[in-house]
Structures are given as C-alpha cells and as structure tokens.
C-alpha cells in the first residue's frame, strides 16, 4: 500500500516537473533562464493565462470587443483663467474667413451659477409690466344709498353694495400697479453676461462669423445651415449693427431662430438658446461695451 502510494506522489511530481521544464525552455527567450527551476514553473503557469486580472494590454491576446470604442475627450484648457481665446470665423457658406480672437475678461471668465441666476431674475421682474389693478371700494361705480334699515328686516346688516361681500363690488387686498424690478448691480449685470459668454464659448457653442450676408431672402438659406449643424435646437444671431432685411426675411418663420442687436444681448436670451452666432462686429461691440468704465 505504502509502494503504491509512493509511484503516484512520484508520478505528480514527475509531471509538474516537465510541466515546469517546458514552460522555463518557453520563458527562456523573457530574460527568465537565470530563475531558480521551481520559479520557472510558476512563471510558466502564469505565462498560459490569455487574460490578466492585474494589467489589460490591449494586444492581440486581449479580445476586442471589451474595449470601449468611445472616443474620451479631455479638456485642452482650464475654465475662467482670463485667457484669450482663439476662434475660427465662418459665414452661412462654412466659407474660411480666418481666425478671432476673443478678448479673456470677457470669453474666459469664472463661470458662478449663483451670478446667472441672480441676473436671470432680475431680467424677469424688471420685465413685468405691473399693470395689474383691481378697483377699491370708492372707485367701484354704484350708489352710496344703505340698502335696508338697520333693524326689522331679519337680515344682516349692510351700509353699502359696494363691498367686497355683493357682486360687483370691489377688491380688498387686490393688486396695484407698481414695479416689480428689484435692484441689481451694474458690475453684477455686467459679470452675469460675461458668465454666460463664457459658457457657450466653453461648450463649443460659440460661433463668430465675418458676416451675416445672405445671397438672398428664402428662408432655405437658413434652414440648410441649421441641418448641417449637430446637437443644435435653438440659435440665437447677435448682428453688430442694424439687422439685415435679407436675414430678418429668411428667419421671421423659424421658430428655431432668433436675431438681435448687440445692444440688446443679454444673459436670459443666450440661456433660452443653445447655440450662439455672432458677427464679427457684433463681438467687437459686445468687448468695447464690457470695457467701457461704469457710470457712477
């Protein structure tokens, strides 16, 4: 029983032994010769895994299709470093028009949800109109005559149908025209627009073109750009000076596109849309306007 045993604890280590042997001979051409034999069989082990569970090199062993195929795209700069931006500058044709560059304090500012946010609701209480009135008991028209007696009647008693309790009479508490505008610094207004330039100049969103020319006035014009453009819903054309009749023409039935002057961008309109196209002039205006000193 004991010989039988032996002849089969023999015969393992005899097999490991070869085992070991052709994995050193295998592991010889790795720099691996000058390792001790028992070495040698555990790296010849190790060597016939196809797959590492430590390090994954995407070699010929490695199977392809548990790579990811997504392109990562990493950031080439850091937001809100004051740092002039350079911008390619097109037109409605994907014409080269050359390059721009786009002032820092103005295109690469610190971007603050809290200054946007503040602007944005300063934006839409200043834009109410207030004009809500309701009518008091002296402007409600009717007669100033006690209805009944005070006593005999059984019923409550009243001096006047004018009050709020009849129909037709007036409002207590009711609105009045006022002013719903709230106060908001020059400096904090000015900031939130340079916040937002920087947003949509961050995101790619940003495009400047030499002018906003179109050969003619067919709202095709239009279209046909904004279907060559990706991940667009909205666009927003800022134009330096005057709107051209052309381009008011060829936009007016586009509920995707709005236009407006320089002097009237502001931060709610550039939230509302996602892409922003601007002049060459139009961005010239927008950084003489932003370096312009604050009247106090």
Not at 18 to 33: D, K, P, V
Not at 161 to 178: A, D, I, Y
Not at 186 to 203: H, S
């Amino acid at each position: 029983m004991a010989a039988s045993l032996s002849r089969r604890v023999l015969r393992t280590v005899g097999s490991f032994t070869a085992l070991g042997r052709s994995n050193a001979t295998n592991a010889s051409g790795n720099g691996l010769t000058s390792l001790p034999s028992h070495l040698k069989c555990g790296m010849g082990l190790l060597s016939n895994r196809k797959l590492s569970t430590s390090i994954l090199t995407p070699d010929d062993s490695f199977p392809r299709d548990l790579l990811s195929r997504k392109t990562v795209i990493t950031p080439d700069r850091t937001i809100g470093q004051y740092q002039d931006l350079v911008i390619p500058v097109t037109n409605f044709q994907n014409e080269d028009k050359g390059f721009m560059v786009l002032a820092g304090d103005v295109f690469d500012v610190p971007v603050r949800k809290d200054i946007i946010h503040n602007v944005v609701k300063w934006q839409l209480a200043k834009r109410q109109q207030g004009t809500h009135s309701t009518k008091t008991i002296s402007e409600v028209s009717g007669t100033g005559r006690k209805p009944w007696n005070q006593k005999g009647t059984g019923r409550a008693r009243h001096g006047t149908l004018r009050g709020p309790q009849f129909r037709g009479g007036c409002v207590m508490h009711g609105p009045r025209p006022r002013s719903h505008a709230i106060k908001m610094n020059k400096q904090v207004r000015r900031l939130g627009l340079k916040i937002a330039l920087t947003a949509r100049a961050a995101e790619g969103k940003l495009l400047v073109f030499d002018d906003l020319a179109l050969p003619t006035h067919k709202t095709k014009n239009i279209v046909n750009y904004y279907n060559q453009m990706e991940n667009t819903k909205k666009v927003l054309v800022v134009e330096g000076g005057s709107i051209d009749e052309k381009l008011k023409l060829a936009t007016q039935n586009l509920h995707y596109v709005n236009i407006l002057p320089s002097i009237g961008l502001n931060v709610y309109s550039i939230l509302l849309h996602d892409t922003l196209v601007m002049s060459r002039d139009a961005v010239n205006k927008i950084v003489e306007r932003m370096h312009t000193p604050i009247n106090r």
